[in-house]
């Protein structure tokens, strides 16, 4: 599965999404919206807030992550620790 998380530059929870990310040991790429079209791929996924956890699964097929329970439940069991 791979993980991407949209951010944005002066947005103020993006730091502590990437360091709980970090901290828990996974991977992911991140995606500024303030960089060319990101902010309309995030918009065309139902989002339209960073930071954003998005899962892709093995079939290419995109899951965001809409709540901060589904975020924080991802993250305790893709822990690596």
Known sequence: MKVELYTAT?????????ARLN?????YTEKNTDV???????YGLGRCTTPSI???DDNGI???LFTKE???EF???????
């Open 75 to 81: 993250i305790k069991n893709a822990s690596k620790d």
């Open 62 to 64: 995109k899951h965001p």
């Open 23 to 27: 901290e828990a040991k996974i991977e």
């Open 36 to 42: 060319d079209n990101v902010r309309f791929e995030l």
């Open 10 to 18: 002066a947005c103020p929870h993006c730091p502590e999404m990437k």
């Open 54 to 56: 998005v899962l892709t």
């Open 70 to 72: 589904e975020e924080d």
